[in-house]
């Protein structure tokens, strides 16, 4: 094999690759292959080991979920942290955004996915019998279902709140509605009813 076969094979190679990752289509991973092919070796080989690394280092939480490099996630650990309430997410980038936020200190629990419908595929049981497994120590009062507001977050949220309401804890949603700053003329019907049917009285000063 001559080298410009083995190179356009490798480069062939690494787009099939990039395309396993989501919201990569053939342009975007030949772009990017393009890309790594003008880096230098040494930053490509940091991609390369990060990814790796990730692998190799970082797994779920035995608790919640949360992605750790221990048995249990700093979250959970954390004495500080409110252990009467639980936050449950679809994924943990959800978890990192609400973290960056500073507003809440309760814990949290990742499902790993939703309960599609659509697609059919079941949601992890796992992540679930986790979740009740929790409740059931009776130290947790409410459970925040922090899922997106798809039909497959919907659903999922519907399917946990049956599950958990019979334990006796409260179970409350996130309030959908209108992102601040814009104006309510373009806000899309559906936002328009989910931020109606959250909204909230307005306490005295
Ligand atoms: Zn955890």
Known sequence: MSSTTRKKGAFAHLITQLMKLPSIGRKSAQRLAFYILKMSSEEASAIGQAIIDIKEKL?????????????VCTICTDPKREGTKVLVVEEASTLYSIERTGEYRGLYHVLL????????????GEAV???IA????????????ATNPTIDGESTSIYLTRLIQPLGVTVSRIA???PVGIDLEYADEVTL?????????????
Request: charged share 25%.
């Open 59 to 71: 797994s779920f939480c035995e608790i919640c979920n949360n992605l750790t490099e221990e048995p």
């Open 193 to 205: 009813i989910k931020s109606l049917q959250g909204r909230r009285v307005i306490e005295q000063t």
């Open 129 to 131: 019998k986790k979740l």
């Open 113 to 124: 996915g939703t309960l599609a419908p659509l697609s059919g595929s079941e949601i992890s």
């Open 134 to 145: 929790r409740l059931e120590k009776g130290k947790i009062s409410e459970v925040i279902i």
């Open 176 to 178: 959908f509605g209108i």
